[in-house]
């Protein structure tokens, strides 16, 4: 298909940087979610993940269309435009349905997220409603782009003859569903959120962090705004800012929706200058007395408990100090490595009844592990369940592994 390109007018670009800017944004917190829920959490990727990523090649899509249509003629008259506009409304038909899936997806995608966190009946049950909901009015969307004329060809060719109905009502319709749509979820967890036996400064943190997505319900209200200054007998003339909102409302609803999954490397970051400030500092407390130990290394400390007893005096033997000696070997918590486990070592002295020696030894064992000369490695699991008045359900397990060390080496 023969088209004419046209310079890119200064505002029509301005636009397309903003889109590219808010999609390469979107799609690094996209991959840092992903990468902190697989390599930090060490968890499968679920289902509102998939959906995020399902979002991602349409926003992107949706982007390369506005890059598109800054050669096309967007900006101008459509009288100057004629030649291109076939061509443009064929764009279209694809910007409307990208548009509406990829608005579906990030709203699955949020959806998803509650049926995995909250638990109580009420909330389960509201989610899938609105997910019924959700899908049925974006059929519904997708179905009214290809029923809008009659025939259809009329719609992405001007010279077929047909009956068309308002493109704009459907505009708006479409704008107007998407911010109902995003106000309903984005409200559905803030009554659990406000049962939670928790401060009030918590919970209002929460509701931020859940109502940050309205962020998009904004873009969506200018969008409308936009849509109904539209001429569309001045299609290419008039549909620049509503061009340029629709691009921004999905990217930046997968960006809305990503965030809340960098607080995990958020943590990490956060433990690890923790983590290193403690191993400064308990190198330092070492040096201080005159003990040694590498920032990066675990370091040992060691307690001793002299409980000194003697025998009778007719007992026909001498006293003989009965010591007990512990090594503790702090493992300090590397959220770099959120897998180690809290060990201590127990360091016993030298029996009397064993050889001569009156050296203590000292024997280092892994959890779990045995050597010559100790007894074997033993572990012990707890677990315990609680169930909160607001239904969600607490579960706690504690491992501990040990070992004990005898004799010398």
């Known amino acids: 298909m023969a088209f004419v390109v046209f310079p890119t007018k200064g505002y029509v670009l301005a636009q397309f940087i903003v889109n590219c800017v808010i999609g390469l944004v979107a799609y690094i917190v996209v991959a840092l979610r992903i990468y902190g829920r697989i390599n930090i959490n060490k968890a ?3 289902l509102d993940d998939i959906m995020i990523l399902v ?11 506005t890059g598109l249509y800054t050669r096309l003629g967007i900006g101008y008259d459509v009288t100057e435009t004629l030649a291109n506009l076939p061509l443009i409304l064929r764009l279209l038909v694809a910007y409307e ?4 899936t990829c608005n579906y997806s990030v709203k699955l995608s ?9 638990i109580n009946r009420g909330m389960r049950i509201a989610t899938i409603v609105t997910m019924v909901f959700v899908s049925l009015w974006t059929l519904g969307n997708i179905l009214q782009i290809f029923l809008l004329c009659r025939p259809f060809r009329a719609s992405i060719d001007p010279t077929v003859p047909g009956t068309c109905g308002s493109q704009k009502a459907s505009f708006v319709a479409i704008g107007t569903f998407n911010i109902v749509t995003d106000a309903v979820i984005l409200s559905l967890p803030i009554p659990t959120v406000w049962r939670l036996q928790t401060t009030t400064r918590n919970k209002a943190l929460i509701s931020g962090v859940f109502l940050v997505g309205l962020l998009v319900s904004v873009v969506a209200i200018c969008r409308i705004v936009a849509i109904l200054h539209l001429n569309t007998l001045n299609l290419t003339g008039t549909a620049a800012y509503g061009e340029f909102l629709t691009a921004v409302e999905p ?10 999954g960098l607080r995990v490397l958020w943590s990490r970051v956060r433990g690890t200058y923790a983590n290193n400030r403690s191993s400064g500092a308990a190198s330092a407390a070492l040096g201080g007395v005159g ?3 590498s920032a990066d290394k675990k370091f040992r400390i060691r307690l ?4 000194s007893g003697s025998s009778g005096s007719g007992s026909g033997s001498g006293s003989k100090s009965n010591s007990s000696s512990y090594a503790l070997e702090p493992i300090v918590y590397d959220a770099r490595h959120p897998e180690t486990r809290f060990t201590t070592s127990i360091v016993r002295p030298k029996n009397a009844s064993d050889s001569s020696s009156q050296d203590g030894s000292e024997t280092e064992l892994a959890p779990g592990e045995s050597n010559a000369g100790t007894d074997m490695g033993k572990s012990s699991k707890r677990r315990s369940e609680r169930r ?3 239904g969600i359900v607490i579960k706690t397990e504690l491992q501990t592994q040990w070992a004990t060390a005898r004799g010398s080496l």
């Open 291 to 293: 003990g040694s130990a």
């Open 55 to 65: 979002a991602v090649p349409q926003g992107l899509a949706m982007i390369v269309i």
């Open 251 to 260: 990217n930046l609803g997968i960006l809305c929706v990503s965030l809340p």
């Open 110 to 118: 949020v959806l998803f997220f509650y049926q995995r966190v909250f």
């Open 388 to 390: 909160a008045p607001n």
């Open 304 to 307: 001793d408990d002299d409980n």
């Open 44 to 46: 499968r990727l679920g």
């Open 97 to 100: 349905i990208l548009y509406a």
